[in-house]
């Protein structure tokens, strides 16, 4: 299945976009999907950490993806 | 969302004594106010402006979160967030935090909480633009 | 006194908006901020009104002294209390403390302290009006 | 010596004055001020505890009282 990843911040620059679109097998988890990223966009293994938000929720390695879920690389946040 | 929780994300100017006076009420003895404002410098290099940037969805719900464990951790009455995005200068307020509470202890408790919460788990990000160069802040090792 | 701090008693009502201001610099990454309000219940029983007295001149010494003592014991920029005497009613502020500094643990610490002192040590008082007596508080075993 | 001794709050209304005046020995110490105190205006044993000012500072049992001092009594403070 084809995912849609929102970029912001860093990553974004990283990217060059504020989205990018990834191949993922059917069933397959955040710790698939991070290491598709980290291949195809090897940028992105310089920041100190990131995590994965499914629909507006951080993830963990072993969440399920699935097909139209809103998908976003969170780095290291810095707000306020 | 209830009418005990303001949260706001917004790239327009914050108004301290407007966020101060939804969350006064004769019901309360104490207010706690955070206001986070931009330093002119950061590890000794003057700063010359802020970027904030949000995953605003996200933001908000994560920020509802924080005031809704504050609200039933502490007895408070009230409790705001609002933060601001786009560019901000020295001087100018990224953040406000008020918790009004019946007793003291609770609002300072719970605003510090909120504060150092938002800056673990909320989605925004905020770069660093100096006179030589610019930096994406707690991005890197 | 120096202009690192800020120290008044006045019957006339205070200005949030003012005290923050004074405290705001582009020096600060945070600032704290307590306000008083006057509840309109205490132990069940509604609240008239507030009588502030106080002994004025050493007041201010005492005040003066918790502001020199947190400037002294936290790494803050500035520092005002200012504290109304006289009738005050359920919403009204008899007091605000507001803290300024280049980060928000100093400015909690020091309005928390200052609060805590004031409390103990200035000379105010107040008695509690209720429909049915009045009572100084703290005054009595 | 007389010494004037300011009085504030619920002292003020047990006085029914903002100030009294009472007769002490030259040298005496805020403790036997507090003994006078007690002995003339028995109402301030009421007080949860109070304290005496010299000149705007708290003293202790062994200040010294000077002529020209300016005492108050202090009861328990409730300002904020």
């Known amino acids: ?80 | 969302m209830n009418n005990t929780i303001d949260i706001k994300i917004s790239a327009a100017p914050l108004h301290t004594q407007a966020c101060i006076d939804w969350a006064m009420s004769p019901h309360c003895g104490g207010i706690d106010v955070f206001i986070g404002t931009v330093r002119n410098a950061t590890k000794g290099k003057n700063v010359i402006r802020l970027e904030f940037e949000a995953y605003e969805s996200m933001a908000v719900r994560e920020m509802t979160k924080i005031a809704a464990a504050a609200s039933a951790k502490w007895p408070i009455h009230k409790i705001l967030i609002h933060h601001r995005t786009g560019v901000l200068y020295p001087g100018d307020i990224p953040v406000i935090i008020v918790v009004s509470a019946a007793h003291r202890d609770a609002a300072f408790d719970a605003c510090r909480y909120a504060i150092d919460t938002l800056k673990q788990t909320v989605p925004i990000w905020k770069k660093e633009v100096f006179e030589d160069g610019e930096v994406w802040v707690a991005a890197h090792p």
Chains 1, 4 share one sequence.
Do not use: R, W
């Not at chain 1, 974004?12 to 097998?25: I, N």
């Open chain 1, 1 to 80: 299945m084809e995912i849609k990843v929102l970029a912001f911040g860093i990553v974004k620059e990283m990217l060059s976009h504020s989205s990018v679109t990834v191949a993922l097998t059917e069933g397959a988890t955040v710790s698939e999907l991070t290491l598709v990223l980290a291949e195809k966009y090897p940028a992105i293994k310089n920041l100190s950490s990131f995590a994965i938000a499914i629909n507006g929720c951080y993830s963990t390695a072993d969440t399920l993806i699935n097909a139209g879920d809103e998908i976003a690389i969170i780095p290291p946040v810095s707000g306020g």
